[in-house]
């Protein structure tokens, strides 16, 4: 049974910190790219960060700097550590999973990636 479960959203001022996580069952992370993707309200979701088998990494530009994704294989666990957060970056976070690893371009693109977690909402205040 292959599930996907987030956790450490919750409500802050902008400015503030917050690091989500995304733990893994039914697979094993280190042989997929795992992501980080969101969705406001009324909006497209969107890619945030991925990370690759090799441990590459991808950031939309809109976080780059601000937000760093990272997994603990031996946790089957992946992160994003969110600093200085902006009111923009209010959205339903969702992590995700694409067996075989990051595609050759478009990695941040949603259309690939096969496994989704439920979302935890992210929501930073003015």
């Known amino acids: 049974q292959v599930q996907l479960v987030e956790s450490g959203g919750d409500s802050v001022q902008a400015g503030g910190s917050l690091r989500l996580s995304c733990a893994a069952s039914g697979f094993t992370v280190s042989n997929n790219a795992m992501g980080w993707f969101r969705q406001a309200a009324g909006k497209e979701r969107e890619g945030v960060a991925v990370?690759?088998?090799?441990?590459?990494?991808k950031y939309a530009e809109s976080v780059k700097g601000r937000f760093t994704i990272s997994r603990d294989n031996a946790k089957n666990t992946t992160y994003l550590q969110m600093n200085r957060l902006k009111p923009e970056d209010t959205a339903m976070y969702y992590c995700?999973?694409?067996?075989?690893?990051?595609?050759?371009?478009?990695?941040?693109?949603?259309?690939?990636?096969?496994?989704w977690g439920q979302g935890t909402q992210v929501t930073v205040a003015s």
């Open positions: 995700a999973a694409r067996p075989g690893g990051l595609p050759a371009k478009d990695a941040l693109s949603i259309a690939t990636y096969k496994y």
């Open positions: 990370i690759g088998i090799s441990g590459m990494t």
